[in-house]
Every structure is written in structure tokens, then in C-alpha cells.
């Protein structure tokens, strides 16, 4: 369900300008968000780069077999090997290793600075990164890290992860706020199962924390079920007369 948009359209991944980075707050964000949609860009030869925010070690806080840096250096192997079924190789991530669960307290120059580095390597045209709303707190949080970072003309998608499972009415985009692009998993759905199944630590690897996090197996049918959703703000959007006279819309991608 999407609550108030009233624009959307089928998004074409040869039209988004390259590179294209995606940027994940914890390991499994891309897969979960973007999994069809990297497979199909790195499936046409197109160069997608990964940057990790958070360290991902808080998933398990009560867990002995898998304290914090044990749990973060294995789900970072976890990030690369999802990323390399999705056709991304680990010389094109880059993890920053910000406090999983605690981002909001990261959202600093220094931090900034860090993302601004890392995009350095291979200057985006596209990047994906969470869309505003996203009902997590890092998943705000790293909107805000992004939000200014970018370089200029960098065609900016916002995609959702937990929106359509624990979102709020205002937390979708208002109309005059942003358009949707939806991409369907379609022909993709294995290597974003695969990736998806990399994950590990977050499919019931860790048995001794039963608060610990786990993706259940209605979130991962639902992020394999699709379609992925990308929002853009509305100042890329278009309304403009057909031929019939009634309105179309438009997407420029400048
Ligand atoms: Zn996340």
C-alpha cells in the first residue's frame, strides 16, 4: 500500500546516470531495497559502487557467541559477499563503520567529510540512498548524513525498506513532495535472494540472543514480492500535456 502518491512510473535502470552508489545504513539495507534493481544495472554492464554507514553490530546485543566486533566483521563479510551476487565487487565498497543503532549522534562535519571521501572514488550520478521517512531511526539518520553531501547534479533516489511493513500514513511522500519509480523484481528475484540470503547473522545464524534481530520470512518475501520503491523529489517531475490534452507525466533525468 502507498498512502497520497499520486505519481508514479516504471523506473528504466539504463536511464540513471552513472556511477551509481547505493548507500546502505546496515548490511542488508541494499539487498532488501535495491537488490533487483543493482542486479539489473551490474546485468547491463553498468558500474555500481556500495557505501556501508554503520558497523551493524548492535543486531545481537546479548549474544556471547557473537560479540560486537565479531558480529560486525562477519556482517561486513556478509555486505560484500550479498554485494558480489548483485555483481558489485568488494574493491567498489567502502564501509565507514558508524555506530549501528546510534547514527543520529554521527550526523556531524567529520562524518560528512567521511561519505564525501568515499564518493570521491568514482564521482555518482545516481545515487539510492533511504528515502527520508523510512521507519528506522538510522534509515532518517543517513538521509540527513546524505542530505547536502551529495555533489551537485547527482540524480539523488530515495528507497524504502521498512516503509510499506511498519510505515505510517505521514511517512509516505505527501503528492507535492516526491514522485515514485518502481522497479519490479521480476527475472531478478534469485540474485536478490541470494544476496538477501548472505545475511546471515540476520536469518537465525545466531541462536544464542532471542531478541537479537531477525528478518522474518514474510519481510523477505515481501522485499523479494516487489515492486522496489524509489522516490524522487518532485522538482524532477514534470507534468506535462499530451496529445490528448490530458496529462502525463514526465521524468527528466538531467
Ligand atoms: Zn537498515
Redesign the pocket.
Known amino acids: 500500500m502507498s498512502v497520497g502518491l499520486t505519481l508514479s512510473a516504471p523506473l528504466d535502470p539504463l536511464a540513471l546516470p552513472g556511477p551509481v552508489w547505493v548507500v546502505a545504513?546496515?548490511p542488508?539495507?541494499e539487498a532488501l531495497g535495491c537488490g533487483a534493481l543493482l542486479a539489473a544495472l551490474t546485468d547491463a554492464g553498468r558500474e555500481v559502487w556500495a557505501l556501508l554507514l554503520t558497523d551493524g553490530g548492535a543486531s545481537h546485543p546479548a549474544s556471547l557467541a557473537y560479540p560486537r566486533p565479531r558480529l560486525s566483521a562477519e556482517r561486513l563479510r556478509e555486505w560484500r559477499s550479498g554485494l558480489s551476487v548483485l555483481g558489485v565487487p568488494p574493491a567498489r565498497t567502502t564501509a565507514l563503520g558508524l555506530p549501528d543503532g546510534a547514527l543520529a549522534g554521527s550526523v556531524t562535519p567529520a562524518a560528512r567529510s567521511q561519505v564525501w571521501q568515499a564518493l570521491a572514488q568514482a564521482i555518482p550520478g545516481t545515487v539510492l540512498l533511504p528515502w527520508e521517512r523510512d521507519p528506522?531511526p538510522?534509515?532518517r539518520a543517513a538521509w540527513r548524513l546524505l542530505h547536502g553531501t551529495l555533489p551537485p547534479g547527482a540524480l539523488a533516489l530515495e528507497y524504502a525498506?521498512w516503509l510499506p511493513e511498519r510505515g505510517a500514513e505521514a511517512d509516505w511522500p505527501r503528492p507535492d513532495e516526491a514522485g515514485e519509480l518502481t522497479f519490479e523484481v521480476g527475472r531478478w528475484r534469485d540474485a536478490k535472494a541470494r544476496a538477501i540470503a548472505a545475511h546471515r547473522t540476520q536469518l537465525g545464524l545466531i541462536p544464542d540472543d532471542p531478541g537479537g534481530f531477525t528478518l522474518t520470512p514474510e519481510m523477505v518475501e515481501r522485499a523479494l514480492a516487489g515492486p522496489e520503491r524509489y522516490f524522487r523529489r518532485s522538482y524532477g517531475f514534470r507534468l506535462i500535456p499530451a496529445q490528448s490534452g490530458k496529462r502525463r507525466l514526465c521524468i527528466h533525468i538531467a
Open positions: 545504513p546496515h542488508d539495507d528506522h538510522d534509515h525498506v
